[in-house]
């Protein structure tokens, strides 16, 4: 049979992710890998989810195991609200949020909304892989925006935004990550956030802020999204518990004008009819109990130290040449590489010494990133991350000295 005929256009586009494919390196027990995105065990709140578990069944039995309305659990979508506003100052009726199956499903969502062949889609260069893979499903053109370490190159942004539409190729959307970055741990500031609006409102453009890790911050003063300075209604906001309940539930929600929500309602009932009904209940009871404003301390301690236990073990099992962000909060760090080394290549010698990381590459739509790579501190036991770093720093000297 010949299938290659059969396939649409899309599938044959598509690729594996440089993430995904390095999770198979985490289950060998010989391998300290600091490539998956994942949240450490110990971050999971098992005894509050058996207490959760047991009054779903007494009290919500039919209801938690029967199908949902698309947009989701109506009582968890007001609980979903009534935390944005209680921690971010954001006013939003549950009517305009739509809890998801993740929030994956919720990047090639908004991109399906969106995108048609050839549009522009603007990121943060680097920026997050799951995104790149979802919106890549479309066949967009990209427009990356070099980031800084107070976020975006906005004068950058503005010329390709003039650019673009010089070519009459108006950009759909703009995606960041604006708080604790993936793959960057890096913060926008408060000015460039507002300046960014600023620019989406010149140029008439929607904001897709994703915000996995803002309750994730180790130091420093708390950051409002991007969300809470929109006046325009042009900002889509996505946000999750995978990182404060955990991500095997599968859960997340997103937030837009009541346009924006309907067409996302309307594709949703063709994705997946609606979202995992037992899951929203759980979460429905960890929000509703304050159960979630005991465990986020907890985990917060516990990946803080995490994130100082690599810094400390980078200073001492680097050379010279290698550099590293010190993020505030969330999960990763991003390492830059000098000597002209090649991370893609460096990762045989670093799997060769039983140690994995993601390659810089796998952030760039444009395969950029060829000196970098991106750590997970959160997942790997203490012991590990010691080890881990040392063999990681072993593996680059190496390379170091076989270069020269």
Same mark, same amino acid.
């Given at each position: 049979?010949?299938?290659?005929?059969?396939?649409?256009?899309?599938?044959?586009?598509?690729?594996?992710?440089?993430?995904?494919?390095?999770?198979?390196?985490?289950?060998?027990?010989?391998?300290?890998?600091?490539?998956?995105?994942?949240?450490?065990?110990?971050?999971?709140?098992?005894?509050?989810?058996?207490?959760?578990?047991?009054?779903?069944?007494?009290?919500?039995?039919?209801?938690?195991?029967?199908?949902?309305?698309?947009?989701?659990?109506?009582?968890?979508?007001?609980?979903?609200?009534?935390?944005?506003?209680?921690?971010?100052?954001?006013?939003?009726?549950?009517?305009?949020?739509?809890?998801?199956?993740?929030?994956?499903?919720?990047?090639?969502?908004?991109?399906?909304?969106?995108?048609?062949?050839?549009?522009?889609?603007?990121?943060?260069?680097?920026?997050?892989?799951?995104?790149?893979?979802?919106?890549?499903?479309?066949?967009?053109?990209?427009?990356?925006?070099?980031?800084?370490?107070?976020?975006?190159?906005?004068?950058?942004?503005?010329?390709?935004?003039?650019?673009?539409?010089?070519?009459?190729?108006?950009?759909?959307?703009?995606?960041?990550?604006?708080?604790?970055?993936? $793959?960057? !741990?890096? +913060? %926008?500031?408060?000015?460039?956030?507002?300046?960014? &609006?600023?620019?989406?409102?010149?140029?008439? *453009?929607?904001?897709?802020?994703?915000?996995?890790?803002?309750?994730?911050?180790?130091?420093?003063?708390?950051?409002?999204?991007?969300?809470?300075?929109?006046?325009?209604?042009?900002?889509?906001?996505?946000?999750?518990?995978?990182?404060?309940?955990?991500?095997?539930?599968?859960?997340?929600?997103?937030?837009?004008?009541?346009?924006?929500?309907?067409?996302?309602?309307?594709?949703?009932?063709?994705?997946?009819?609606?979202?995992?009904?037992?899951?929203?209940?759980?979460?429905?009871?960890?929000?509703?109990?304050?159960?979630?404003?005991?465990?986020?301390?907890?985990?917060?301690?516990?990946?803080?130290?995490?994130?100082?236990?690599?810094?400390?073990?980078?200073?001492?099992?680097? $050379?010279? !040449?290698? +550099? %590293?962000?010190?993020?505030?909060?969330?999960?990763? &760090?991003?390492?830059?590489?000098?000597?002209? *080394?090649?991370?893609?290549?460096?990762?045989?010698?670093?799997?060769?010494?039983?140690?994995?990381?993601?390659?810089?590459?796998?952030?760039?739509?444009?395969?950029?990133?060829?000196?970098?790579?991106?750590?997970?501190?959160?997942?790997?036991?203490?012991?590990?991350?010691?080890?881990?770093?040392?063999?990681?720093?072993?593996?680059?000297?190496?390379?170091?000295?076989?270069?020269?």
């Amino acid at each position: 049979m010949d299938l290659e005929s059969k396939f649409s256009d899309i599938s044959k586009t598509l690729k594996g992710s440089a993430v995904r494919e390095l999770l198979k390196y985490a289950e060998q027990p010989d391998v300290i890998s600091f490539g998956g995105g994942m949240p450490n065990p110990k971050s999971f709140p098992i005894e509050n989810i058996k207490e959760i578990l047991n009054n779903i069944m007494d009290n919500y039995g039919t209801k938690a195991l029967q199908y949902g309305t698309t947009e989701g659990v109506t009582e968890l979508r007001e609980q979903i609200a009534k935390r944005m506003k209680d921690k971010f100052s954001i006013s939003t009726n549950p009517s305009n949020i739509i809890v998801l199956n993740g929030s994956q499903s919720g990047l090639y969502m908004v991109s399906k909304v969106f995108l048609n062949r050839g549009d522009y889609v603007i990121s943060e260069a680097p920026t997050y892989v799951g995104a790149i893979s979802a919106f890549n499903a479309q066949m967009p053109s990209w427009l990356t925006v070099e980031l800084k370490e107070d976020g975006m190159d906005l004068n950058e942004l503005d010329a390709k935004i003039k650019k673009a539409i010089n070519e009459k190729k108006v950009p759909k959307f703009i995606y960041v990550i604006p708080t604790f970055q993936n $793959p960057a !741990g890096l +913060t %926008w500031s408060v000015d460039k956030r507002k300046h960014l &609006l600023e620019i989406a409102s010149k140029y008439d *453009l929607i904001i897709f802020e994703d915000d996995p890790y803002s309750e994730i911050r180790f130091t420093g003063d708390p950051v409002m999204p991007i969300k809470y300075y929109d006046k325009e209604d042009r900002v889509i906001y996505m946000g999750t518990f995978s990182k404060v309940l955990s991500p095997g539930i599968r859960l997340g929600w997103v937030v837009s004008n009541e346009a924006i929500t309907r067409k996302i309602a309307l594709l949703k009932q063709g994705v997946d009819l609606c979202t995992n009904v037992f899951s929203q209940y759980i979460a429905l009871e960890y929000l509703r109990s304050g159960m979630i404003d005991k465990q986020i301390p907890k985990i917060v301690e516990l990946y803080r130290k995490k994130r100082d236990l690599m810094l400390k073990s980078l200073e001492e099992s680097m $050379p010279e !040449g290698v +550099t %590293w962000t010190r993020p505030n909060g969330g999960m990763f &760090l991003w390492v830059t590489v000098d000597w002209g *080394l090649d991370t893609e290549k460096l990762l045989k010698k670093a799997l060769e010494n039983k140690v994995a990381y993601v390659v810089g590459t796998a952030f760039y739509p444009d395969g950029r990133g060829r000196n970098s790579m991106r750590l997970n501190f959160t997942y790997s036991r203490d012991e590990d991350i010691v080890e881990g770093i040392g063999r990681l720093g072993k593996a680059i000297k190496e390379e170091i000295k076989n270069k020269n």
